[in-house]
């Protein structure tokens, strides 16, 4: 019998050391795939979010087809779409890493639109009014008063999509992509040791979920709307 705060004496700390390297390299392209990923869906999300509030009737329905295409279906469904029909479908291969990658930039770009059409809706047309009547653009108006104000607004739902998309990317196993979870896999297939590589596996997912939600936080403390 185990006493309160005893580890068992099967999990082997050795093993969790030799896993870190390989562990590590997998973390690297994990957060590779989460950057980059980001980095096109909040330029997908930003335009698809305005078309969405600003558009005319066609711009609009093909943003809103693009969303819930996207949200109404899983993401582990997207990136196989991606990588294995759509090279049958136009005779293009994919790299697996690409794929990961464009599967973010789809998946995130979907529900980050949505956070920049509500965080836009948001501002008082007060305020969009009285930028009109200081003679501004439409276009200036939404680059200087709507802007920096929705912005504002959309950092915490910004941060929890961050988070997401990174815990996501577990998810590229399925197409043999070397991410975190995919270095943890294959380090189990050699050594048979499933309980301490994936404690460390989760221990890493954690350990980086947590570090972006406390900058987060501080970045929501630093411009939030008093």
């Given amino acids: 019998m185990l006493l309160s705060g005893e580890v068992p004496m099967d999990f082997q700390f050795d093993v969790v050391v030799d896993s870190i390297p390989v562990l590590m390299e997998g973390l690297a392209l994990t957060l590779q795939i989460t950057f980059l990923g980001l980095i096109g869906g909040i330029a997908l999300g930003v335009l698809a979010g305005l078309a969405r509030v600003y558009g005319n009737f066609l711009i609009n329905g093909i943003a809103m087809i693009y969303i819930e295409t996207i949200r109404g279906t899983p993401l582990v469904v997207q990136v196989m779409f991606i990588y294995f029909a759509l090279p049958l479908a136009t005779g293009l291969r994919v790299a697996a890493l690409y794929a990961a990658i464009f599967a973010i930039v789809l998946n995130s770009g979907a529900y980050i639109a949505e956070i920049v059409r509500g965080a836009v809706l948001s501002i008082s047309k007060g305020l969009i009014e009285a930028g009109k009547a200081l003679g501004i653009s439409s276009w200036q108006n939404i680059a200087y008063i709507v ?9 915490p739902p910004l ?43 989760a221990l890493i997912y954690l350990a980086v979920t947590t570090i972006l939600a406390y900058l987060l936080r501080l970045l929501e403390r630093r411009i939030r709307i008093l």
């Avoid at 577990?170 to 048979?192: D, H, P």
Wanted: proline fraction near 2%; hydrophobic fraction near 50%; glycine fraction near 10%.
């Fill in 147 to 155: 802007g920096p104000l929705a912005f504002r607004r959309m950092v």
């Fill in 159 to 201: 941060g929890n999509q961050v988070i997401i998309s990174l815990k996501d990317t577990s998810l590229f196993i399925v197409i043999g992509v070397g991410e975190l979870t995919r270095q943890g896999q294959e380090i189990i297939a050699t050594n048979f040791r499933a309980l301490e590589v994936w404690t460390s596996v």
